[in-house]
C-alpha cells in the first residue's frame, strides 16, 4: 500500500493539529444494485487533488487556513459483514478522537462507502465525553431514499436502514431532504415519528417549496451532522451510484441546501459524510463531485463570514 493520500494536494495535517479528520470507510457489504462505492474514498481524494483550493465563492484559500488529516482506510475483509466492519470503524474514528485528549473536536468528515457507515461515524461522535447527549443533535440527510427500513435482505445494518439506524443513536431529530422512494412503511414512520421531518422532492417543487426548505434549515440550531446520499443528487451528477433515482437536486440547489445550513444557520457542524459514490471506468464525474462536496461543506463550515 502506498503513502497516505492528502485532500486537495495540500501537505497533511498531524492528528492532534487537524481542522479535518477525513475517515475513508471503505464499506461495500449491503449495496442491493449497482456496485463499487468501496473504491470511492480513495477516488475521491484523488480527485480531489485536481481541485483547486481557492473557494471562488467565498473567496476562502483552504491552503494554510485548513489542515486536513487523512485516517488510514478501513476496509471490509472477504466477506466480513457490516455487524463486524461498522463496529470497527466506530472504535477507529473514536480512538484517534481520544488521542487528541482535550483539544477542541475536528470535523469529521466520512468518505464512504456504503450508506450504513453513518450511524457509525455518528456513534463515535456521540460516544465522546465532550459532546452534548444525542437528543440534542440534529442529522439532516440528503437522500434519494428514506432509508427507514428496520430491516433489509436479512440485515438491520443494510443500506436501506441507515437513517432507521441513526435514529437509534436517540438523536432528536431527522431533516430528510430529497427524498423521492420510500415503501409505505417508511412513508408512515416518517409522518408518524414527530423527530422526523421529511422534504419530499415533490415537496420542495411546489410553489415557495425550496424556500421554505431553506428557511427550515436555517432554523436548525445545536449540534449538527450532515449525511449526502450522492443519489439525492441529480443523475448526472453521481451517474454511477447503486440504485439511482430521477428528479434530484440540482448543484446550485444543494449548495443552496448547504449554505442555508451551514453558514447562515445557528447550528454547529460537527460530523459530515458523503456515501455511496461509485467511480466509473470512464470519467471523473462521480468522485469529482464527491471531491467539490467535500471542499464545499468545509469551506461552508470553516470560512470567516464575508464582510
Ligand atoms: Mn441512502
Redesign the pocket.
Known amino acids: 500500500m502506498g503513502s497516505t493520500p492528502t485532500f486537495l494536494e495540500l501537505p497533511g495535517s498531524s492528528l492532534e493539529g487537524a481542522d479535518v479528520l477525513i475517515a475513508r470507510a471503505a464499506l461495500e457489504g449491503t449495496v442491493s444494485y449497482g456496485k463499487g462505492t468501496a473504491a470511492a474514498p480513495d477516488a475521491i481524494l484523488r480527485a480531489s487533488l485536481h481541485l483547486e483550493s481557492f473557494d471562488e465563492e467565498l473567496e476562502f484559500e483552504h491552503e494554510g487556513s485548513l489542515r486536513y488529516h487523512v485516517l488510514p482506510r478501513l476496509e471490509a475483509e472477504a466477506g466480513e459483514p457490516p455487524e463486524s466492519y461498522l463496529p470497527r470503524l466506530t472504535r477507529l474514528v473514536r480512538e484517534r478522537l481520544e488521542r487528541r485528549g482535550d483539544r477542541p473536536l475536528p470535523l469529521l468528515l466520512g468518505l464512504g462507502g456504503e ?1 450504513s457507515v453513518t450511524a457509525a461515524l455518528l456513534e463515535a461522535l456521540l460516544s465522546g465525553p465532550e459532546v452534548p447527549p444525542p437528543q440534542r443533535w440534529t442529522v439532516v ?1 440528503i ?3 428514506a ?1 427507514l427500513r428496520e430491516s433489509y435482505h436479512g440485515s438491520r445494518l443494510n ?2 436502514c ?2 432507521r439506524r441513526v435514529l437509534d443513536l436517540g438523536v432528536g431529530r431527522l431533516v430528510a431532504v430529497g427524498i423521492r422512494s420510500a415503501e409505505a412503511a417508511e412513508f408512515r414512520l416518517a409522518r408518524e415519528d414527530p423527530r422526523i421531518e421529511t422534504w419530499y422532492a415533490h415537496r420542495i417543487e411546489t410553489p415557495g417549496g425550496f424556500d421554505a426548505l431553506l428557511a427550515a434549515l436555517r432554523a436548525v440550531e445545536g449540534p449538527l451532522y450532515l ?1 449526502v ?1 450522492v ?2 443528487l441529480e443523475v448526472h451528477l453521481a451517474p454511477g451510484t447503486g ?1 439511482p433515482q430521477p428528479g434530484g437536486l440540482s448543484w446550485a440547489r444543494t449548495m443552496a441546501v448547504l449554505r442555508a445550513l451551514l453558514r447562515q444557520g445557528g447550528g454547529e457542524l460537527m460530523g459530515a459524510d458523503i ?2 459514490t461509485v467511480p466509473q471506468p470512464h470519467g471523473q464525474v462521480n468522485e469529482t463531485v464527491a471531491a467539490r462536496l467535500a471542499f464545499k461543506i468545509a469551506g461552508y463550515r470553516f470560512a470567516p463570514p464575508s464582510a
Do not use: I
Open positions: 450508506h440527510q437522500d434519494a431514499h432509508d443500506h436501506a441507515a437513517m449525511t446520499d443519489d439525492g440504485t456515501c455511496e
